[in-house]
């Protein structure tokens, strides 16, 4: 069952970065579906995803925690990445994704 009063944190930083790919439609559908979908929620943190690595621009990820056993959420994980690849194009998916973080929750 979907939770309306679910926390959602945008860190300044990653709004900052929304703003200028215009995805803020994109960040609500995804959140939607994490609601909607994946079991357990705890929290939902939208965060900006420096890739140090990689170089270039900022990315901005959407954290999703759960309190749901590992184990149980190996099909949620695989159903989540098939969701996003086949509704999203690679121009969005460059700079925005979706992680699903089961177990214990984190603190925060």
Do not use: K
């Not at 215009?22 to 995804?30: E, L, P, S, T, Y």
């Not at 890739?51 to 990315?59: A, F, L």
Request: hydrophobic content about 40%; glycine content about 6%.
């Amino acid at each position: 069952m979907a939770s309306t009063t679910l926390p959602v944190t945008v860190e300044p930083e990653a709004a900052a970065r929304l703003a200028e790919l215009g995805f803020q439609a994109q960040v609500d559908r995804m959140i939607d579906y994490a609601r909607q979908n994946l079991p357990h929620l705890v929290r939902i943190e939208v965060v900006l995803n420096d890739r140090y690595d990689m170089g270039g621009e900022p990315g901005v990820a959407i954290e999703v925690y759960s309190q749901c056993p590992f184990d149980e959420a190996l099909q949620v994980v695989r159903e989540l990445d098939r969701w996003q690849i086949t509704e999203f194009p690679p121009e969005v998916l460059e700079h925005l994704h979706m992680d699903y973080h089961p177990g214990a929750d984190r603190a925060g």
